[in-house]
């Protein structure tokens, strides 16, 4: 049996199943929370940080924190917005990303997010690392300069028998997303056109498929996003 609990979200009334996470909660009463290493029906990570929210006062990933009865969240703030953005701005710097010459451009998680929190110079200094890009696989090219290790792909890319495809390589500042070897035989295409739509940016992509959608036509060209949702505070 179900059981409805009431929260508020930045004072609105809202009314939630008790135990569900944070972001869906809000999801289904109208109001964005911006997510990254979110992917909805996954055991959430809580790996980006990009969905923190105030709870009672205390920040918490609304994608891994349960609703209980009475909880005050604030989320559309300009503080937590700055948190956000400036979370964006590490993941710009940390990496390689070179919006207008990459095949994800306009369906990019982060370059949308970037535009939703009007990112225009990073406040850090760009890292530029030396990055491999990846094409030995048959069905993808992974671009190491552009994965911001969610995890979507380790999580979401499964067998029938419940392994996973994708592991992480090497450690540290080093650390990269690989196809695991032993899993090779495994990988179908199926998965891979999965695994390209559910990398967040242009880490993941097809081989021999690019720019079928023309840029300007894709996703995030026509619509800002959470836009469908709610608006923010800048
Ligand atoms: S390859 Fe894409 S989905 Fe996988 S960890 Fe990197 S950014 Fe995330
Ligand atoms: S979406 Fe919640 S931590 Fe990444």
Redesign the pocket.
Known sequence: MSTLVKFKIDGVECMAETGTYIVEAARENGIYIPTL?NIRGVKPRGSCRICTVLVNGRPMTSCTTPITDGMEIENNTAEINDIRKAIVEVLFVEGNHFCPSCEKSGNCELQALGYRFKMMVPRFPYNFPKREIDASNPKII?DHN?????????RAIKTDDGKTV?AFKKRGLHLE?NVDPEMGDKFTDEMAVK?SE????G??LLREKGYQIPIGKRKYDHVEIGSDIEKIKI
């Not at 559910?198 to 940016?201: M, T």
């Open positions: 290493c992974k552009r994965c911001i290790l969610c995890k979507r792909c380790i994708f997303i695994a559910i990398c967040p940016v880490a993941i």
